[in-house]
């Protein structure tokens, strides 16, 4: 469930600004509306804190955690974080100076070792001597023009080279070497020094990798810090007062006004605007809809204020196709037992956790019914695992007096089920959303309803070849279609007529969109396909392993366990691929979701 935002104006005497916002941090209530960024100072102090704990976990040791410091206090981590930081600067400037050198070297190096200096000084004794490089011809003309005053010298890169009294005169074309600052064996004692002084910043560095705690500690402090300027420049004022905005869940606004009360703040509360576009969404996930947040978390995904919260379908969905996608009730175990090992390693069950548990057994059943374990035709020769197969849709049809055809078929039909029913679940959503809300766009959406299951019958009968009559089917889709031009233009702010012309005008975009439906409802052959492909390849690199024999069955083996870990990896992949697309894509699409949401995120201290 979305929870109902308020929007909130606190006020103060300008004089208790600071006061005012460390009440409403330590209430950690109020989303602040339009916050503002926290001062450039402390934004460039982050970066390079963030910067160097980057640098020094690069010099940690992981094996190494009795090593690890403790949190030092504030003086003595601005003591060792000086000698971080002038570290770092020193390193990245040595390194610079060594890039530097190594060009010049590479530059002067066909030269020879001469002195710079030596030059120079006969420059002074009145010799303006310059360094050329030509090609033969051109060193021949040099030669025969008396005007021109040149001394031979070791041809570089095999081109003619001369040190000329003076400038060659523009029609002789020529490259002329610019002398360098220093000589080729100086530059290499300045690499040299500069490498010994890199290698002793890097023991600075390493030296300093055990106060990694104290980072952290350093950026949590900062980032308070941040937040707090940020709040700060968020508030407006004028000469007598102070005042800041933002938006509460109705829920926490008792809270709020017990804390306000306590804190002597002058506040008012009114509801969000119609036309607001910037109010956060914080969902209030039940017991089973909590356990996809590590999902949407990482896919950074989040339904509008005013969009439906669709996470426990997402869920029931998403761990249905996880199953399929990974189709082997061996892999289940296998995650399974990973799972356990990590529940015992964090001596704590988390979402996280106890989203693999749901998926691991949810992937041995499916792998159960289909008498799918590693890929192993021999599976079915045990009587315990033979039992739990549904014959119908069983990996190895041929011991239940079924053909391969005949399950494949089943599975296919299946697949095009579960995409009839999410989508048709989809826009019953919406449906339910728009009806309260007097938007007659619900009848598209019924339209759509209607247009799903006519597309899941053809595709029935073109896919599977069953026997459908189609002429009530394109009846449906015609009355489908229909009912979404009439409607699908329709919303509250228009009048009928005007939502007529609205979906009469779009009726070309909508004639694609019911072919596009078709689509999407073929699309969800995906999970028959890609659950298949995962079972060949697991066959394909059992049968590779089981034709070798005596001392090749080393190999064999290493064979088996390579091919099923990358099976396993390229399924995790594909779930990714298939199994989140279809639920944010197809079924979102249906619901009316764009994931347009922006997190809920209250001014508050952060641990």
Not at 9 to 26: P, Y
Not at 332 to 337: D, E, K, N, T
Not at 539 to 545: D, E, L, P, R, V
Request: proline share 3%; charged share 20%; with cysteine.
């Amino acid at each position: 469930m979305i929870e109902k935002m308020k929007m909130l104006h606190i006020v103060a005497s300008a004089s208790g600004k600071e006061e005012m916002l460390q009440d409403l941090r330590d209430m950690g209530l109020l989303h602040l509306a339009e916050k503002q960024s926290a001062s450039r100072e402390l934004n460039e102090e982050f970066q390079m804190l963030s910067k160097a704990s980057n640098v020094l976990k690069e010099y940690a040791d992981p094996k190494a955690k009795e090593k690890k410091a403790g949190v030092l206090s504030d003086s003595e981590f601005e003591k060792m974080y000086r000698g971080v930081r002038d570290a770092i600067e020193k390193k990245e400037s040595l390194n610079q100076a060594i890039g530097a050198a190594n060009t010049e070297l590479d530059r002067i190096s066909a030269w020879g070792d001469f002195s710079p200096e030596e030059v120079k000084a006969l420059k002074n004794e009145g010799f303006d001597l310059h360094f050329y490089r030509m090609g033969s011809k051109e060193f021949q003309d040099a030669v025969n023009d008396e005007n021109i005053r040149l001394i031979r010298l070791a041809p570089v890169d095999k081109m003619d080279t001369v040190a000329v009294f003076g400038t060659l005169p523009p029609e002789i074309p020529a490259t002329e070497f610019m002398l360098p600052e220093h000589s080729a064996s100086e530059l290499k004692k300045q690499i040299e020094d500069g490498r010994k002084a890199i290698a002793e910043c890097d023991e600075t560095l390493k030296a300093a990798s055990i106060y990694e705690a104290s980072f952290d500690d350093q950026m949590v402090k900062l980032q308070n810090r941040m937040n707090f300027s940020a709040a700060g420049n968020t508030a407006q004022s004028d000469e007598d007062f102070v005042w800041i905005s933002g938006y509460i869940p109705e829920a926490d606004m008792d809270k709020f006004k017990a804390a306000a009360a306590e804190k002597s703040l002058a506040w008012a509360v009114e509801d969000v605007s119609e036309e607001d576009e910037h109010i956060p969404t914080k969902v209030k996930y039940n017991k089973v809809s909590r356990l996809i947040k590590p999902v949407f978390d990482i896919l950074g995904i989040l339904p509008g204020y005013r969009e439906q919260d669709i996470s426990l379908w997402f869920f029931l969905f998403f761990t249905l196709f996880f199953a399929m996608i990974i189709g082997d009730g061996g892999y289940g175990v296998l995650i399974l037992l990973g799972t356990i090992a990590l529940h015992v390693k964090q001596k704590k069950i988390t979402n996280v956790t106890f989203l693999l548990y749901v998926l691991s057994i949810a992937t041995v059943i499916w792998g159960a019914l289909t008498g799918t374990w590693f890929g192993m035709e021999s599976a079915m020769k045990v009587p315990i695992l033979k039992a739990m197969v549904f014959p119908s849709i069983a990996t190895y049809p041929e011991y239940f007096g079924l053909t391969a055809n005949d399950s494949q078929n089943a599975i296919m039909k299946f697949s095009f089920s579960i995409g009839a029913v999410q989508m048709a679940l989809g826009s019953i959503l919406a449906i339910k959303k728009k009806m309260p809300a007097k938007d007659l766009s619900w009848v598209a959406d019924a339209g759509w309803t209607i247009a799903v299951i006519a597309m899941y019958l053809l595709a029935l009968n073109l896919v599977i070849h069953e026997d459908i009559d189609l002429k009530p089917v394109f009846t449906l889709i015609g009355i489908a279609f229909v009912l979404v031009v009439l409607f699908g233009g329709m919303s509250p702010d228009k009048s009928f007529g005007d939502g007529l012309k609205a979906g009469l005008g779009g009726a070309f975009t909508q004639f694609l969109n019911t072919i596009s439906c078709f689509g999407n409802v073929m699309s969800y052959i995906r999970l028959f396909a890609v659950g298949m492909a995962g079972v060949a390849i697991s066959q394909s690199f059992n049968g590779i392993a089981a034709g070798m024999h005596g001392p090749m069955m080393i190999v064999g083996v290493v064979v088996v366990l390579v091919g099923h870990a990358l099976n396993i990896v390229m399924c995790f992949l594909s779930v990714v691929v298939h199994g989140v697309r279809l639920n944010v894509l197809e079924f979102s699409g249906q619901a009316g979701l764009e994931w347009t949401g922006i997190p809920y995120e209250p001014f508050k201290k952060v641990n």
